[in-house]
């Protein structure tokens, strides 16, 4: 019987395990710090001609529509455009922040790609 060598769990392999138990919590952390930041943030979605704005949180909450008075005097069909296209660049813009905060949780801490 050999000694020292335990149950085939060197030193080496307890300091990976605890390096990864570190680094989740450290992710877990900043998880609920971000989900806090993303609940106050507030990103305006604008259609092209500035008409209508929609404000969404970080979470893609909706917080605000407004609709200018120019845009009242348009039909219904344009109306209900330039919402959808307020809408779409509101969605558009909450998506790629929430994916850079991610990317920025994430990025220092060594983990593989598509983590």
């Known amino acids: 019987m050999s000694e ?9 392999k307890m300091k990976e395990l605890q390096n990864a138990f570190q680094k ?18 507030r990103l305006t979605g604008t259609s092209p001609n500035g008409l209508v704005k929609i404000t ?15 845009a009242l005097k348009e039909d219904a ?22 994916k850079q905060k991610m990317e920025d949780l994430t990025g220092g801490l060594g983990l593989p790609a598509g983590f």
Not at 4 to 12: A, E, P, V
Not at 56 to 70: A, C, H, R, T
């Open 4 to 12: 020292g060598k335990g149950f085939g769990f060197g030193l080496g």
């Open 24 to 41: 989740a919590q450290q992710i877990q952390e900043g998880a609920k710090k971000l989900q806090e930041e993303l609940d106050e943030l």
């Open 56 to 70: 969404l949180s970080g979470n893609q909450e909706p917080q605000d529509v407004e609709i200018s008075p120019e």
């Open 77 to 98: 069909e344009i109306l209900s455009d330039l919402v959808l296209a307020a809408l779409k660049d509101a969605y558009q813009l909450s998506t790629s922040t929430m």
